[in-house]
């Protein structure tokens, strides 16, 4: 009697270790998918931000072009006006 009450609690305390590795494992699988999903979260708002960088350089760049193409027809305008 005695051997199976031993037997029976090294299986209980088998199951339990078992379970408990099983319960880390599955804890670090979803603070793993936890990481690896914040991680492309910053990638993406590091990618929005560097956009949002460039496009606003685009913009300044576009307002350049823009005004020099403004100046020019200006300055052709009163060339042209400048002759009557």
Request: zero cysteines; proline letters at 0%; aromatic letters at 2%.
């Amino acid at each position: 009697m005695m051997a199976l009450d031993m037997r029976q609690l090294l299986d209980s305390m088998e199951n339990t270790i078992k379970l408990q590795g099983r319960a880390r494992a599955e804890r670090r699988a979803r603070e793993a998918e936890q990481e690896q999903k914040e991680f492309k979260e910053k990638l993406l708002r590091i990618a929005a931000s560097q956009n949002d960088a460039s496009l606003t350089e685009l913009e300044g760049m576009a307002r350049k072009i823009k005004g020099a193409e403004a100046a020019a027809q200006r300055d052709q305008l009163i060339g042209l006006l400048g002759g009557f």
